[in-house]
């Protein structure tokens, strides 16, 4: 049993224990900690390899979520087109990454089963869509959502307990989504307690039951305790649930968070000469009619990708999806002016734009917006040295932020947005944009 020992600030300290680690995988390949803004939890394993909070090549974030798809697919038996070393060589070389995502995406592997991957929004929705594209087959996809959406009612809800935002939304366009027997995959970046998971299977098993269920994830810091209640669900509901993690293990801390609310913010800097301009890719993505509503009551009708995953999709429809987004990256290459480009995600937006920066050139890293609020601190050692706030395009009530842009690095940055109803939308996410010095920025419209 490994043992590890982290200092958060001087005010927090982490002991880890790790019980299972199937790729041999080092620690600071795949995480680092900060602190959180969150009363419920006051730290935060910040994943080198999902492109949220830490920029990461695009392609190591394809390969967090296919090698979740390769253990499950060893857990189910079935022989592994690759070997183990190629996929620890992958998250520390960027190149091997990529060569080993071309290898899966050519070779999909066929799911042994009928499955549906459910990602949880916002941090998994492409850790679970990227664990989903490794196969063929009877395989769907959906990911959950913070969106209220109308013209249609969501299939499943449920809560997430220890999060910022709770309510987690299910909008299978499909009615039939989720009946039958298939097993459902529950993909997440993190399990704390489980309960969240557990919540979702509740809800399921009342509206659709079933015998089988996988939890995936990265991390899994499940107590003895928190494992037990697993059991007991099991057992109670006559289902099995097996767990599947890069890494497992148990977490203890110590420290007063009370302290680190005095931390400073990053201060805004002067816009200077920087420009902004609007590119469409409207005409390579296929749109579903669907309009929402956001906490202030207002009405957005500019419609959703029909594709996201937000509503349900097919294995079968992957490929036309791989389509859209090459021809999307084509278009965008042609815009390129330098050699070092930040492409940046929004919310739950995330697969996508992942993918498309995967075919955009050398030169490119990725990462995401977010609802979670952390502590900056300008530290080597630290995960987050610089915060950006700004109001969502789609909620001007909800704040969001990004993470980790220091000055100087990039000539050029991609922002990519699914929908926004109207240019005003916009006004304070530009303005934390320009706030980093990068030159040129793109806002990207789907």
């Known amino acids: 049993m ?92 960027p190149a091997e990454a990529a060569k080993l995502h071309e290898k899966l995406k050519q070779n999909r592997l066929p799911v042994p089963k009928p499955t549906i991957f459910i990602g949880f929004a916002e941090t998994a929705t492409a850790l679970g869509h ?110 099995t649930i097996d767990c599947i993690s890069l890494i497992q293990g148990k977490i203890s801390v110590s420290g007063t968070p009370e302290v680190m609310a005095n931390l400073s913010h990053l201060p805004t800097d002067e816009a200077g000469e920087q420009r902004i301009r609007s590119i469409s890719l409207s005409e390579y993505f296929d749109h579903l009619g669907y309009s929402s509503v956001n906490s202030l009551g207002d009405v957005n009708k500019e419609p959703y990708l029909k594709l996201s995953g937000r509503f349900g999709m097919s294995a079968q429809e992957s490929y036309a999806l791989d389509e859209s987004i090459s021809n999307a990256a084509a278009c965008l290459m042609q815009y390129r002016t330098d050699k070092s480009t930040l492409c940046l995600g929004t919310g739950e937006f995330m697969y996508i734009p992942m993918r498309i920066a995967a075919e955009m050139g050398e030169g490119i890293f990725y990462q995401s917006s977010t609802r979670s609020p952390i502590h900056p601190f300008a530290d080597e050692a630290y995960a987050v040295k610089n915060k950006f706030a700004f109001q969502s395009p789609d909620d001007p009530a909800i704040p969001y932020y990004f993470y980790n842009v220091p000055k100087g690095v990039y000539g050029e940055l991609f922002v990519f947005i699914e929908r926004s109803s109207h240019p005003d939308a916009l006004k304070s996410y530009e303005k934390a944009l320009l706030s980093t010095g990068i030159p040129q920025i793109n806002m990207v419209l789907f």
């Not at 600030?9 to 019980?19: C, E, G, P």
């Not at 803004?37 to 910040?46: A, D, E, H, P, T």
Request: charged share 25%.
């Open 2 to 93: 490994n043992k590890y020992s982290f200092n958060v600030l001087d005010q927090l300290n982490l002991d880890i224990q790790i019980t299972d680690n199937p790729y041999q995988i080092p620690l600071d390949d795949l995480f680092a900690l900060a602190a959180r803004i969150n009363k419920k939890r006051s730290f935060l394993f910040v994943s080198k390899i999902l492109g949220k909070h830490i920029p990461v090549k695009p392609h190591t974030g394809l390969l967090g979520a296919l090698s979740l798809g390769l253990l499950l697919q060893a857990q189910n038996g079935e022989q592994l087109p690759v070997e183990m070393d190629e996929i620890v060589r992958g998250f520390s070389d």
């Open 130 to 239: 990227g664990m989903f594209d490794l196969f063929t087959g009877p395989a769907r996809f959906i990911h959950t959502t913070r969106e209220n959406i109308h013209e249609t009612s969501p299939r499943l809800s449920f809560e997430e307990e220890h999060s910022h935002a709770t309510a987690h939304r299910c909008y299978a366009a499909d009615a039939d989504f989720f009946k039958g027997e298939d097993t459902i995959v529950l993909v997440d970046d993190e399990i704390t307690t489980g309960k969240t998971a557990l919540n979702i299977i509740k809800d399921i098993q009342q509206k659709h039951p079933r015998r089988h269920y996988v939890l995936a994830s990265l991390l899994d810091w499940r107590s003895e305790e928190q494992k037990s209640q697993f059991t007991q669900v099991e057992q109670s509901m006559g289902i």
